[in-house]
Protein backbone atom coordinates (compact mmCIF):
# COMPACT_ATOMS: atom_id res chain seq x y z
CA UNK A 1 0.00 0.00 0.00
CA UNK A 2 2.60 2.80 1.16
CA UNK A 3 4.73 1.71 -2.05
CA UNK A 4 1.57 2.49 -3.98
CA UNK A 5 1.47 5.61 -2.54
CA UNK A 6 5.06 6.69 -2.85
CA UNK A 7 5.15 5.69 -6.55
CA UNK A 8 1.67 7.67 -7.09
CA UNK A 9 3.55 10.10 -5.31
CA UNK A 10 6.38 10.54 -7.26
CA UNK A 11 4.60 9.78 -10.60
CA UNK A 12 2.59 13.06 -10.03
CA UNK A 13 5.99 14.99 -8.99
CA UNK A 14 7.48 14.03 -11.96
CA UNK A 15 4.25 15.16 -14.69
CA UNK A 16 4.29 17.97 -12.73
CA UNK A 17 8.05 19.01 -13.31
CA UNK A 18 6.96 18.34 -17.22
CA UNK A 19 3.75 20.65 -17.02
CA UNK A 20 5.62 23.36 -14.82
CA UNK A 21 8.13 23.01 -17.46
CA UNK A 22 11.00 22.88 -14.36
CA UNK A 23 12.94 20.58 -16.23
CA UNK A 24 16.79 21.55 -17.00
CA UNK A 25 17.50 22.98 -20.31
CA UNK A 26 19.85 19.99 -20.74
CA UNK A 27 16.01 18.14 -19.99
CA UNK A 28 14.40 20.01 -22.00
CA UNK A 29 16.62 19.07 -25.15
CA UNK A 30 16.56 15.87 -24.74
CA UNK A 31 12.95 15.91 -24.79
CA UNK A 32 12.86 17.63 -27.68
CA UNK A 33 15.58 15.36 -29.57
CA UNK A 34 13.26 11.90 -28.83
CA UNK A 35 10.46 13.62 -30.44
CA UNK A 36 11.84 15.23 -33.58
CA UNK A 37 14.04 11.81 -33.78
CA UNK A 38 10.37 10.26 -35.04
CA UNK A 39 9.64 12.91 -37.93
CA UNK A 40 13.10 12.12 -39.58
CA UNK A 41 17.24 13.18 -39.72
CA UNK A 42 18.33 16.68 -38.40
CA UNK A 43 20.67 17.83 -40.76
CA UNK A 44 24.14 19.32 -39.68
CA UNK A 45 26.88 21.34 -40.75
CA UNK A 46 30.00 22.21 -38.85
CA UNK A 47 30.50 26.31 -38.45
CA UNK A 48 27.42 26.65 -40.94
CA UNK A 49 27.00 30.53 -40.78
CA UNK A 50 30.75 31.75 -40.16
CA UNK A 51 31.72 30.91 -43.60
CA UNK A 52 31.83 28.66 -46.77
CA UNK A 53 33.07 27.74 -49.39
CA UNK A 54 34.12 30.67 -51.00
CA UNK A 55 33.99 33.57 -48.18
CA UNK A 56 34.28 34.07 -44.73
CA UNK A 57 33.33 36.16 -41.53
CA UNK A 58 30.06 37.61 -43.32
CA UNK A 59 27.07 37.80 -41.76
CA UNK A 60 23.48 36.17 -42.72
CA UNK A 61 24.99 33.75 -45.02
CA UNK A 62 25.47 30.19 -44.66
CA UNK A 63 26.15 27.77 -48.13
CA UNK A 64 23.58 25.50 -46.61
CA UNK A 65 20.65 28.30 -46.95
CA UNK A 66 22.33 29.72 -49.99
CA UNK A 67 21.76 26.57 -51.97
CA UNK A 68 18.04 24.68 -50.63
CA UNK A 69 16.55 28.08 -48.50
CA UNK A 70 16.67 27.21 -45.16
CA UNK A 71 19.41 26.75 -42.39
CA UNK A 72 20.43 23.57 -41.22
CA UNK A 73 18.48 22.28 -38.35
CA UNK A 74 21.96 21.27 -36.16
CA UNK A 75 25.08 23.89 -35.98
CA UNK A 76 28.05 22.57 -35.03
CA UNK A 77 30.69 24.66 -33.49
CA UNK A 78 34.12 24.29 -31.85
CA UNK A 79 35.82 25.17 -28.79
CA UNK A 80 39.44 24.54 -29.48
CA UNK A 81 41.94 27.45 -27.90
CA UNK A 82 39.05 28.84 -26.27
CA UNK A 83 41.11 26.94 -22.98
CA UNK A 84 44.34 29.15 -24.11
CA UNK A 85 42.06 32.51 -23.23
CA UNK A 86 42.03 33.30 -27.08
CA UNK A 87 39.50 35.39 -28.92
CA UNK A 88 39.44 33.23 -32.07
CA UNK A 89 39.14 29.33 -32.11
CA UNK A 90 41.61 26.76 -34.03
CA UNK A 91 39.86 27.82 -37.49
CA UNK A 92 39.84 31.54 -36.77
CA UNK A 93 36.66 31.72 -35.50
CA UNK A 94 35.75 34.54 -32.66
CA UNK A 95 34.23 33.39 -30.01
CA UNK A 96 32.10 36.39 -29.48
CA UNK A 97 30.50 35.72 -32.74
CA UNK A 98 29.99 32.09 -31.94
CA UNK A 99 28.21 33.43 -29.09
CA UNK A 100 26.05 35.12 -31.37
CA UNK A 101 25.55 32.57 -33.57
CA UNK A 102 24.89 29.73 -30.99
CA UNK A 103 22.21 32.04 -29.49
CA UNK A 104 20.47 32.93 -32.93
CA UNK A 105 20.42 29.21 -33.87
CA UNK A 106 18.51 28.63 -30.81
CA UNK A 107 16.06 31.66 -31.22
CA UNK A 108 15.36 30.26 -34.67
CA UNK A 109 14.39 27.27 -33.63
CA UNK A 110 17.23 25.76 -34.29
CA UNK A 111 19.69 23.09 -32.40
CA UNK A 112 23.36 23.40 -31.68
CA UNK A 113 26.45 21.14 -31.12
CA UNK A 114 30.03 21.58 -29.53
CA UNK A 115 32.75 19.78 -29.62
CA UNK A 116 36.41 20.32 -28.41
CA UNK A 117 39.44 20.31 -29.54
CA UNK A 118 42.02 21.50 -26.78
CA UNK A 119 45.54 21.84 -27.04
CA UNK A 120 47.66 19.20 -25.56
CA UNK A 121 48.27 20.46 -22.11
CA UNK A 122 51.99 19.02 -21.62
CA UNK A 123 53.56 19.55 -24.75
CA UNK A 124 51.28 22.42 -25.58
CA UNK A 125 51.25 21.38 -29.31
CA UNK A 126 47.93 20.31 -30.86
CA UNK A 127 45.32 18.74 -29.84
CA UNK A 128 46.56 16.13 -32.71
CA UNK A 129 49.50 15.53 -30.63
CA UNK A 130 49.95 12.18 -28.62
CA UNK A 131 52.50 12.32 -26.69
CA UNK A 132 53.00 13.22 -22.95
CA UNK A 133 50.76 11.26 -21.32
CA UNK A 134 48.55 14.13 -20.90
CA UNK A 135 45.59 12.65 -19.64
CA UNK A 136 47.33 11.05 -16.56
CA UNK A 137 48.49 14.31 -16.37
CA UNK A 138 45.40 16.26 -16.18
CA UNK A 139 43.95 14.05 -14.01
CA UNK A 140 43.70 14.12 -9.96
CA UNK A 141 46.72 13.86 -8.23
CA UNK A 142 48.49 14.42 -12.26
CA UNK A 143 51.43 17.13 -12.74
CA UNK A 144 49.03 19.00 -15.31
CA UNK A 145 45.53 18.82 -13.40
CA UNK A 146 45.71 22.75 -12.24
CA UNK A 147 46.59 23.79 -15.89
CA UNK A 148 42.94 21.62 -17.15
CA UNK A 149 40.94 22.85 -13.93
CA UNK A 150 41.22 26.04 -15.67
CA UNK A 151 40.95 25.19 -19.06
CA UNK A 152 37.80 23.58 -17.81
CA UNK A 153 36.70 26.71 -15.70
CA UNK A 154 36.79 28.56 -19.31
CA UNK A 155 35.06 26.61 -21.16
CA UNK A 156 32.38 26.55 -18.05
CA UNK A 157 32.38 30.08 -18.55
CA UNK A 158 31.76 29.96 -21.65
CA UNK A 159 28.71 27.59 -21.96
CA UNK A 160 27.52 30.12 -19.05
CA UNK A 161 27.47 32.65 -21.13
CA UNK A 162 25.14 31.27 -23.65
CA UNK A 163 21.65 32.73 -22.92
CA UNK A 164 18.64 33.46 -24.40
CA UNK A 165 16.14 37.01 -24.63
CA UNK A 166 15.15 36.05 -21.55
CA UNK A 167 18.27 35.46 -19.34
CA UNK A 168 17.64 31.49 -20.06
CA UNK A 169 20.97 29.28 -20.56
CA UNK A 170 20.55 27.67 -24.61
CA UNK A 171 20.93 24.27 -24.15
CA UNK A 172 23.61 22.48 -26.72
CA UNK A 173 24.72 19.01 -27.81
CA UNK A 174 28.25 18.74 -26.03
CA UNK A 175 30.87 16.32 -27.99
CA UNK A 176 34.10 16.38 -26.20
CA UNK A 177 37.15 14.68 -26.01
CA UNK A 178 35.85 12.73 -29.27
CA UNK A 179 37.41 10.24 -31.59
CA UNK A 180 39.22 8.49 -28.44
CA UNK A 181 38.82 5.27 -30.16
CA UNK A 182 41.55 6.75 -33.02
CA UNK A 183 45.11 7.26 -31.87
CA UNK A 184 45.42 10.98 -33.20
CA UNK A 185 44.57 13.23 -30.14
CA UNK A 186 46.08 12.90 -26.80
CA UNK A 187 43.11 11.67 -25.36
CA UNK A 188 43.32 8.89 -27.93
CA UNK A 189 43.58 5.11 -27.68
CA UNK A 190 47.34 5.67 -28.37
CA UNK A 191 47.83 7.80 -25.08
CA UNK A 192 45.69 6.61 -22.14
CA UNK A 193 43.89 3.16 -20.41
CA UNK A 194 39.85 3.19 -21.27
CA UNK A 195 40.25 3.75 -17.39
CA UNK A 196 42.06 7.42 -17.56
CA UNK A 197 39.77 8.01 -20.78
CA UNK A 198 36.94 7.69 -18.21
CA UNK A 199 38.01 9.30 -15.35
CA UNK A 200 38.49 12.20 -17.93
CA UNK A 201 35.54 13.07 -19.21
CA UNK A 202 33.88 12.22 -15.72
CA UNK A 203 36.28 14.96 -14.12
CA UNK A 204 35.08 17.62 -16.87
CA UNK A 205 31.42 16.31 -16.29
CA UNK A 206 31.39 16.97 -12.61
CA UNK A 207 33.26 20.51 -12.93
CA UNK A 208 30.83 21.67 -15.55
CA UNK A 209 27.69 20.51 -13.71
CA UNK A 210 29.04 21.93 -10.49
CA UNK A 211 29.40 25.48 -12.62
CA UNK A 212 25.91 25.21 -13.53
CA UNK A 213 25.75 23.93 -16.82
CA UNK A 214 22.86 22.34 -16.54
CA UNK A 215 21.92 23.23 -20.26
CA UNK A 216 24.66 20.41 -21.71
CA UNK A 217 23.61 17.24 -23.15
CA UNK A 218 26.45 14.95 -23.28
CA UNK A 219 27.66 13.10 -26.29
CA UNK A 220 30.48 10.13 -26.25
CA UNK A 221 31.71 9.68 -30.21
CA UNK A 222 33.94 7.33 -30.77
CA UNK A 223 35.22 7.29 -34.84
CA UNK A 224 34.76 4.36 -37.03
CA UNK A 225 37.36 1.17 -36.40
CA UNK A 226 37.02 0.84 -33.08
CA UNK A 227 37.19 -2.63 -31.44
CA UNK A 228 34.75 -2.09 -28.62
CA UNK A 229 32.21 1.14 -29.00
CA UNK A 230 32.10 1.02 -25.50
CA UNK A 231 35.74 0.59 -24.41
CA UNK A 232 35.58 4.17 -23.48
CA UNK A 233 31.82 4.58 -22.37
CA UNK A 234 32.15 6.83 -19.20
CA UNK A 235 29.69 5.40 -17.85
CA UNK A 236 25.41 5.83 -18.30
CA UNK A 237 24.77 8.80 -15.75
CA UNK A 238 27.52 10.64 -17.87
CA UNK A 239 26.25 10.42 -21.31
CA UNK A 240 22.91 11.70 -23.07
CA UNK A 241 23.82 10.17 -26.80
CA UNK A 242 25.89 7.75 -28.49
CA UNK A 243 27.42 8.92 -31.60
CA UNK A 244 29.87 7.82 -34.26
CA UNK A 245 32.51 9.80 -36.64
CA UNK A 246 32.74 7.99 -39.90
CA UNK A 247 34.41 10.03 -43.30
CA UNK A 248 35.14 8.72 -46.67
CA UNK A 249 38.44 9.88 -47.24
CA UNK A 250 39.11 7.70 -50.47
CA UNK A 251 35.96 7.93 -52.88
CA UNK A 252 34.76 4.34 -51.92
CA UNK A 253 31.25 4.97 -51.54
CA UNK A 254 30.44 1.51 -51.33
CA UNK A 255 33.24 0.68 -48.70
CA UNK A 256 31.93 3.81 -46.63
CA UNK A 257 27.91 3.01 -46.58
CA UNK A 258 28.69 -0.38 -45.67
CA UNK A 259 30.71 0.76 -42.79
CA UNK A 260 28.13 3.56 -42.43
CA UNK A 261 25.85 0.63 -42.40
CA UNK A 262 27.67 -1.79 -39.95
CA UNK A 263 28.20 1.03 -37.37
CA UNK A 264 24.72 2.45 -37.15
CA UNK A 265 23.46 -1.40 -36.70
CA UNK A 266 25.14 -1.33 -33.68
CA UNK A 267 24.57 1.97 -33.09
CA UNK A 268 20.99 1.55 -33.40
CA UNK A 269 21.26 -1.27 -31.00
CA UNK A 270 23.21 -0.02 -28.37
CA UNK A 271 20.76 2.79 -28.17
CA UNK A 272 17.93 0.71 -27.92
CA UNK A 273 19.70 -1.21 -24.77
CA UNK A 274 21.27 2.07 -22.93
CA UNK A 275 18.18 4.34 -23.70
CA UNK A 276 19.83 6.79 -25.16
CA UNK A 277 20.22 8.99 -28.29
CA UNK A 278 21.72 8.26 -31.04
CA UNK A 279 23.49 10.12 -33.97
CA UNK A 280 25.92 10.75 -36.78
CA UNK A 281 28.17 12.96 -35.19
CA UNK A 282 30.56 13.98 -38.11
CA UNK A 283 30.83 12.52 -41.26
CA UNK A 284 31.68 13.67 -45.24
CA UNK A 285 32.78 12.40 -48.46
CA UNK A 286 36.31 14.52 -49.07
CA UNK A 287 36.33 16.88 -51.72
CA UNK A 288 33.21 16.10 -52.56
CA UNK A 289 33.80 14.45 -55.97
CA UNK A 290 30.62 13.24 -56.55
CA UNK A 291 27.52 14.92 -58.02
CA UNK A 292 25.02 13.18 -56.06
CA UNK A 293 26.69 11.74 -53.22
CA UNK A 294 23.82 13.50 -50.70
CA UNK A 295 21.37 11.41 -52.50
CA UNK A 296 22.46 8.59 -53.74
CA UNK A 297 25.25 7.87 -51.04
CA UNK A 298 24.86 9.31 -47.92
CA UNK A 299 20.75 8.88 -47.74
CA UNK A 300 20.82 5.10 -48.54
CA UNK A 301 23.06 4.36 -45.96
CA UNK A 302 21.12 6.46 -43.12
CA UNK A 303 17.84 6.46 -43.86
CA UNK A 304 16.39 3.89 -42.20
CA UNK A 305 18.34 4.63 -38.84
CA UNK A 306 17.00 6.23 -35.86
CA UNK A 307 19.55 8.66 -35.90
CA UNK A 308 18.82 12.41 -34.04
CA UNK A 309 20.94 13.85 -36.72
CA UNK A 310 23.72 13.76 -39.16
CA UNK A 311 26.87 16.82 -39.39
CA UNK A 312 28.47 17.45 -42.10
CA UNK A 313 31.64 18.56 -41.42
CA UNK A 314 33.27 22.09 -42.06
CA UNK A 315 34.11 24.14 -46.08
CA UNK A 316 36.98 24.76 -44.36
CA UNK A 317 37.70 28.26 -45.50
CA UNK A 318 41.46 27.52 -45.28
CA UNK A 319 41.47 24.28 -46.76
CA UNK A 320 40.03 23.41 -50.21
CA UNK A 321 40.51 19.98 -49.14
CA UNK A 322 38.42 19.98 -46.39
CA UNK A 323 35.13 21.18 -48.28
CA UNK A 324 32.19 18.64 -47.09
CA UNK A 325 28.92 20.54 -47.74
CA UNK A 326 27.54 21.90 -50.49
CA UNK A 327 27.53 24.99 -51.64
CA UNK A 328 25.99 27.69 -54.13
CA UNK A 329 27.48 26.99 -58.07
CA UNK A 330 29.17 23.32 -56.28
CA UNK A 331 28.43 20.10 -58.77
CA UNK A 332 26.03 18.76 -55.78
CA UNK A 333 23.74 21.83 -55.84
CA UNK A 334 20.63 20.25 -57.50
CA UNK A 335 21.47 17.18 -56.19
CA UNK A 336 21.35 19.17 -52.78
CA UNK A 337 17.87 20.71 -53.47
CA UNK A 338 16.33 17.24 -54.13
CA UNK A 339 17.90 15.89 -50.39
CA UNK A 340 16.59 19.03 -49.05
CA UNK A 341 13.23 17.96 -50.23
CA UNK A 342 13.11 14.70 -49.15
CA UNK A 343 10.49 14.43 -46.34
CA UNK A 344 12.93 12.60 -43.74
CA UNK A 345 15.57 15.16 -43.89
CA UNK A 346 14.91 17.70 -41.50
CA UNK A 347 15.80 21.87 -41.36
CA UNK A 348 15.63 24.17 -38.86
CA UNK A 349 11.60 24.89 -40.90
CA UNK A 350 11.24 21.59 -40.37
CA UNK A 351 11.45 21.29 -36.41
CA UNK A 352 10.26 24.84 -35.59
C1 LIG B 1 39.47 18.82 -38.41
C2 LIG B 1 39.91 19.57 -39.63
C3 LIG B 1 40.82 20.68 -39.19
C4 LIG B 1 40.09 21.55 -38.16
C5 LIG B 1 39.50 20.71 -37.05
C6 LIG B 1 38.64 21.50 -36.10
O1 LIG B 1 38.79 17.67 -38.69
O2 LIG B 1 38.80 20.10 -40.32
O3 LIG B 1 41.20 21.45 -40.30
O4 LIG B 1 40.97 22.50 -37.62
O5 LIG B 1 38.72 19.69 -37.59
O6 LIG B 1 37.59 22.14 -36.75
Redesign the pocket.
Known amino acids: MKFIHLSLFWGMMFMSTIALGSNTPAEKLIFRLKKIQKKGIMIGH?DDPVYGRTWKWDTGRSDVKDVCGDYPAVMGF?L?KLELGRKEN??GVSFDRMREEIIAQHARGGIVTLSW?PDNPVTEKTAWDPSGDAVKASLPHGTHRAKMREWVDKVGNFILSLKDKGGNLVPVIFRPFHEMSGGWFWWGSNSCTPEEYQQLYRVLYRRLVSMGCDNLVWAYSPNVGYDDFMKYYPGDQYVDLLGIDIYEFDKDNAKYQLSVKQCLDELAALGKQENKLIAFTETGCQGLPYADWFSQTLWPAIKDYPISYVLF??N?WD?AK?CYMTSPGHATENDFKAFYKLKKTLFVNDIK
Open positions: QDGLDHWRANE
